[in-house]
């Protein structure tokens, strides 16, 4: 059976827009890094302001048997918040314009599907501010945006931990950088339109991947990619924090199956299809990433009990847990 995360995924693929402003020529600089921090925080500030409308205390408290749950994405919304607040105000001290909101289809139904989506979008911000630490020039920047990492990877943790079933808030002793491109594909499937007045950004959106079945996937698992559109694919990556490992790769077109390597990272992990079997770059990427969250066997995550499976701060601890 396909997940709810798998469902959402596979909708807003099949209806994702061409790359919204693009200029590939366009320089790397702080301001654009701002500006691309900005447009992350911006839909996630919008999509956890549409959950917190739509989705009531009680489902949410169905959904993961947390009674604070609520209150906590409640700050976690305050913290998205803030963010935006304070990147927008930073590109304003700078002399750049600060991008505005886009329109977002974020295709959650209920509880369960927002929360998939919400623990891939944490994972993604943790592994987009990690990535783009190198080209910051400014100190001070630098700072503030390793000060905003760390609070995306505490948010990461929580909702880790908030899945059903249980994710382990710390799967790996390292996080996993994805550059602009890889980001801002995986950004692209949510955004429907931007204002005309936003500045350019020099991001394009390779293909959507949407993969089957979904859930924790263990090395040596088969998995099903589906493809937006037909790419020539000859070989797949998963991207850890360690580099490239190569994964088995069949198929054509739109459809092709993947073998997880045994050097996948535990948690969440990006993978990439190339036309051809050099290291993968933009240059050569033809599609993805695709989300997979992989198994940490020390977590339990393959029959044990782990530490969100009724250890302590687990779902079935019975103190309350708050911010």
């Known amino acids: 059976m396909r997940s709810a995360a798998t469902l959402v995924f596979a909708a807003l693929a099949a209806a994702a827009p061409a790359p919204v402003d693009i200029e590939k020529r366009q320089a790397i600089n702080d301001g654009v890094i701002l500006n691309y921090a900005l447009t992350l925080e911006h839909l996630e500030n919008n999509f956890y302001k549409q959950g917190l409308q739509k989705i009531s205390a009680e489902e949410f408290y169905k959904a993961t048997g947390d009674k604070m749950f609520y209150n906590n994405l409640k700050e976690i919304s305050k913290d998205e918040a803030t963010h935006v607040s304070f990147l927008t105000t930073a590109l304003q001290g700078a002399g750049v314009t600060p991008v505005q909101p886009c ?93 005309s007045s936003n500045p350019p950004l020099p991001v394009m959106a390779f293909p959507a991947i949407t993969v089957s079945p979904a859930g924790v996937a263990k090395p040596g698992d088969k998995l099903h990619f589906t493809v937006a559109k037909s790419v020539d694919a000859k070989a797949a990556y998963f991207i850890t924090s360690m580099g490239p490992v190569s994964a088995q790769l069949s198929g054509s077109g739109t459809k092709y199956t993947v073998v997880v390597p045994s050097g996948a990272q535990p948690g969440q992990e990006y993978v990439i299809l190339t036309k051809d079997s050099n290291k993968p770059t933009d240059d050569n990427t033809v599609a993805g990433p695709a989300v997979v969250q992989v198994a940490d066997n020390a977590y339990g995550q393959n029959g044990g009990k782990g530490y969100g499976n009724g250890g302590w701060g687990g779902k079935d601890d019975k103190k309350p847990k708050g911010y």
């Open 103 to 195: 329109t977002y289809n974020f295709g959650f139904k209920d509880a369960t599907t927002f929360l998939a989506i919400a623990n891939v979008l944490e994972g993604v911000g943790v592994s987009a501010y990690l990535g783009a630490a190198q080209f910051i020039m400014n100190k001070d920047y630098l700072t503030a945006a390793g000060s905003i990492l760390t609070v995306e990877s505490r948010h990461s943790a929580y909702l880790r931990e908030n899945q059903s079933p249980a994710q382990s808030p710390f799967p790996a002793p390292f996080d996993i950088p994805l550059d602009f491109n890889q980001v801002y594909s995986l950004a692209a499937q949510f955004i429907k339109s931007c204002p």
